[in-house]
């Protein structure tokens, strides 16, 4: 089960943490990471980690967001600085094979509920 919490309203320019909770698994040993989705539109890949602890980010995204994993918690966090408004979107937490670790939604295959992010401008 993977939960996630941290989402809320924000102003563009700040900063936002989100975290994501698993219970059931082992983050090492899988590929974890994080995807988003405005209404009417696909979701999106907005930044993945690999079981070695390699990130892969999108280029919307590069340089503001950074994905981290804590093992021994077992938490799955993403932290979003300089956020603007075409960020707004609901965000998921997502778990995967560790032998396809992909931005690609069509890989994922165990998601959370989400949690909304809001930017005005």
């Known amino acids: 089960q993977l939960v996630e919490s941290g989402g809320g309203s924000v102003q563009a320019g700040q900063s936002l943490r989100l975290t994501c909770a698993a219970s059931?698994?082992?983050?090492?040993?899988?590929?974890m990471g994080w995807f988003r989705q405005v209404p009417g539109k696909t979701r999106e890949g907005v930044a993945i980690?690999?079981?070695?602890?390699?990130?892969i980010y999108a280029d919307s995204v590069k340089g503001r967001i950074t994905i981290s994993s804590d093992n021994a918690k077992n938490t799955l966090d993403l932290q979003m600085n300089s956020l603007k408004p075409e960020d707004t979107a609901m965000y998921y937490c997502?778990?995967?094979?560790?032998?396809?670790?992909?931005?690609?939604?069509?890989?994922?295959?165990?998601w959370g509920q989400g949690t909304l992010v809001t930017v005005s401008s």
């Open positions: 059931g698994y082992t983050y090492s040993s899988y590929c």
């Open positions: 980690i690999d079981s070695d602890g390699t990130p």
């Open positions: 997502a778990a995967s094979s560790p032998h396809i670790c992909t931005l690609v939604v069509d890989f994922w295959d165990t």
